[in-house]
């Protein structure tokens, strides 16, 4: 079965850090790009990090370029690999679900990446308390 299913969203306190997991099943991950997007209550979806390790170019939005690593679990066979977003000092902007996302054509626009994505995951919520 061809999924995404993420994991590893917690409560943070501001200047904390987490790791989300992104466990990609069914489908060969080195042969796309995957990455990551985020929603905030009533606002739109953005792209924050994406990996296209056959072509090793990685991308970052703006607003997380110095905080955030996206890698995946191993350099072998791409097949149900694991895909992890790290943050560090993350701030009151950052809380939101954070969804595991492939698709193509992923761009920066401003301070955020878009893309057109094909796969979802159902998305794991990071909160930061101040």
């Known amino acids: 079965q061809v999924q995404l299913v993420e994991s590893g969203g917690d409560l943070v306190q501001t200047g904390g850090s987490l790791r989300l997991s992104c466990q990609a099943s069914?489908?060969?991950?080195?042969?796309?790009?995957i990455g990551w997007f985020r929603q905030a209550p009533g606002k739109a979806r953005e792209g924050v990090a994406c990996i296209r390790a056959r072509h090793g170019v990685k991308l970052y939005a703006e607003n997380v370029k110095d905080r955030f690593t996206i890698f995946s679990d191993s350099p072998g066979p791409g097949y149900n690999k694991t895909v992890f977003l790290q943050m560090i000092d993350l701030k009151p902007d950052d809380p939101g679900v954070y969804y595991c996302a492939v698709g193509a054509a992923w761009v920066p626009r401003g301070k955020i990446l878009t893309a057109s994505i094909d796969l979802w995951g159902k998305g794991t919520q990071v909160t930061v308390a101040s």
């Open positions: 069914g489908f060969d991950v080195d042969m796309y790009a």
